[in-house]
């Protein structure tokens, strides 16, 4: 089992800049996925960002590129969503997952693990 807890998510200004965190325990990382995603209203849950715990290989979804970096703390077993120039179409809970590795996927299906989401909210 894995327990992750998110937190950092609030209301921000447009082209303003946020940082989430993700923090991750039970089971061994050695092996582990974690990523993020998130769901506006109405619409489907999206992959915006996944860092490979064993390397640091990161990937991220075209929309993000540039924008949002991920990054790791070993130390704390945290993921970090660092999200800059944000705008309205960044609005949505944000959600973090981790998965055991085999191929790495950007589909929300393929994720066993999930926390309980943090919501950021963008204002223009």
């Known amino acids: 089992q894995v327990q992750l807890v998110e937190s950092g998510g609030r209301l921000v200004q447009a082209g303003g800049s946020l940082r989430l965190s993700c923090v991750a325990s039970?089971?061994?990382?050695?092996?582990?996925?974690i990523s993020w995603f998130r769901q506006a209203p109405g619409k489907e849950r999206n992959f915006v960002a996944a860092?490979?715990?064993?390397?640091?290989?990161?990937y991220y979804a075209d929309s993000v590129k540039g924008r949002f970096t991920i990054s790791r703390d070993n130390a704390n077993n945290t993921v970090y969503l660092q999200m800059n120039s944000l705008n309205n179409e960044d609005t949505a809970m944000y959600y973090c997952?981790?998965?055991?590795?085999?191929?790495?996927?950007?589909?929300?299906?393929?994720?066993?693990?999930w926390g309980q989401g943090t919501q950021v909210t963008v204002s223009s």
């Open positions: 997952a981790a998965r055991y590795l085999g191929i790495f996927t950007r589909s929300p299906a393929s994720y066993p693990y």
């Open positions: 039970g089971r061994t990382f050695s092996n582990i996925a």
């Open positions: 860092l490979v715990w064993s390397g640091g290989t990161t």
